[in-house]
Every structure is written in C-alpha cells, then in structure tokens.
C-alpha cells in the first residue's frame, strides 16, 4: 500500500523559509515522479513543482527562484524548501506521487504579513 505522509507545514512570516517533507512508503518512489502542489482557501487547487525519477525539476512561474525541489531516494522522501515566502504562498501543500495518482493528506503553509 503505498502512502505519502507531509510534514514542516507551519507559520512564518513573509520573506522567511519553510522545508516541506513528503515520506512515501511503498516500492513506487523511485520509480515515479514526485511534486508539490497546493490550494489556498476559496481557489483551486495549483502545480507547484515537480522532479523526475531522474532528477529533472520544474516550477510554477510563481515560486521559481524561490522553491526548491529535491528527493533523497535512500530515504524514500521529496523535499520543498520554500525561501523568501509570500503572503499569496498560504494554501494547504500536498504532495503527489506517480503524476497524481497518490496524494498525501496536506500540510498548512500560512505566511503572515
């Protein structure tokens, strides 16, 4: 069964930095392209940024330069580390496996002015 579990949500205020952990249990991670997506109050849910089984990364014009993306394959875990932080970053993050087809159960991200 696989299962994705997120962690390192939390409240920050702007311009400061948060790192998202996603664990994933199960045979599936290295074979499967991870990625952040998120959904703030009242809109839907959006693409944050994903990497490949290989590496490759890709990020929403919104948080290129300040996201990052990475995955430790020994420790089965896909990263966000979120820098200079906005208010409009607020929204629930979760993460997805396998082009979505597993989702975790979301963690808040809520960025104070």
């Not at 074979?31 to 290989?54: D, F, N, Y």
């Not at 996201?67 to 993050?93: G, H, P, W």
Request: aromatic share 10%; net charge neutral; with cysteine.
């Amino acid at each position: 069964q696989v299962q994705l579990v997120e962690s390192g949500g939390g409240s920050v205020q702007a311009a400061g930095s948060l790192k998202l952990s996603c664990a994933v249990s199960g045979y599936i991670f290295t074979l499967c392209e991870m990625g952040w997506h998120r959904q703030a109050p009242e809109k839907e849910r959006e693409w944050v940024s994903t990497i490949s089984s290989g590496g490759t990364t890709n990020y929403a014009d919104s948080v290129k330069g300040r996201f990052t993306i990475s995955r430790d394959n020994a420790k089965n875990t896909v990263y966000l580390q979120m820098n200079s932080l906005k208010v409009e970053d607020t929204a629930v993050y979760y993460c997805a496996a396998c082009g979505g087809a597993y989702w975790g159960q979301g963690t808040q991200v809520t960025v104070s002015s």
